[in-house]
């Protein structure tokens, strides 16, 4: 089973840059497809990307498009979302999720989830 917990998140001006970071502790992260959701006050859960195992796949959410990027480090064990030319609409909870079977942009087909890092963009 993995344990997974994100950081990197904080308060960033409109057209700004972060780069979250998820750590795997308890199994190797290439393991797993990985995904990255998130939740805004008052709204679902939704998704943002996802890589496959192998890592020869990515999807990205319309919304995030050409700006947020998801990469995978062996070593150590990080999984990464950079996100570029942030807008409020950006602003939620991230979370990284884990699946070790299919990969998808379903938040069921994650089994393994973060607590969680906030994000707030200001216009």
């Known amino acids: 089973q993995v344990q997974l917990k994100e950081s990197g998140g904080g308060l960033v001006q409109a057209g700004g840059s972060l780069r979250l970071s998820c750590v795997a502790s308890?199994?190797?992260?290439?393991?797993?497809?990985m995904g990255w959701f998130r939740q805004a006050p008052g709204k679902e859960r939704e998704f943002v990307a996802a890589?496959?195992?192998?890592?020869?796949?990515?999807r990205y959410a319309d919304s995030v498009k050409a700006r947020f990027t998801i990469a995978r480090d062996n070593a150590p064990n990080t999984l990464y979302l950079q996100m570029n030319s942030m807008n409020p609409e950006d602003t939620a909870v991230y979370y990284c999720?884990?699946?070790?079977?299919?990969?998808?942009?379903?938040?069921?087909?994650?089994?393994?989830w973060g607590q969680g890092t906030k994000v707030t963009v200001s216009s």
């Open positions: 308890g199994r190797a992260l290439r393991m797993y497809a």
């Open positions: 999720a884990a699946a070790p079977a299919a990969w998808g942009t379903m938040p069921i087909t994650y089994d393994y």
């Open positions: 890589r496959s195992r192998d890592g020869g796949s990515t």
